[in-house]
Nanobody, 118 residues
Framework: QRQLVESGGGSVQPGGSLRLSCVAS????????MKWYRQAPGKERELVAF????????????DYADSVKGRFTISRDNAKNTLYLQLNNLKPEDTAVYYC???????WGQGTLVTVSS
């Protein structure tokens, strides 16, 4: 049974940082591209970051939404079947539930809530 379990969300002040994790099980994590999405209250779910499955010594290819470029970093540890999202310099508009996703499997986690407020 495939499963994605996110963790690491919480409440932080503007300018703060969080590290989200997504542990995968039930499938071969290393062969799949992965994405992070978020959904703010009253808004549609939006793509935040993408990482491909290449990995290796040269690293994976990544891409980000313009709104988070330079502040968020997506990474993966295939040995631990874990996807990460480092959130730095958080802003109130980053408040949302964050989800990890396997696009080709249409697999989603349950989400982890990030709240940025002073």
């Amino acid at each position: 049974q495939r499963q994605l379990v996110e963790s690491g969300g919480g409440s932080v002040q503007p300018g703060g940082s969080l590290r989200l994790s997504c542990v995968a099980s039930g499938f071969t994590f290393s062969v799949y591209n992965m994405k992070w999405y978020r959904q703010a209250p009253g808004k549609e779910r939006e793509l935040v970051a993408f990482i491909d499955n290449t990995g290796g010594n040269t690293g994976s290819s990544t891409d980000y939404a313009d709104s988070v470029k330079g502040r968020f970093t997506i990474s993966r540890d295939n040995a631990k079947n874990t996807l990460y999202l480092q959130l730095n310099n958080l802003k109130p508009e980053d408040t949302a539930v964050y989800y990890c996703n396997v696009p080709t499997l249409n697999e989603w986690g349950q989400g982890t809530l990030v709240t940025v407020s002073s």
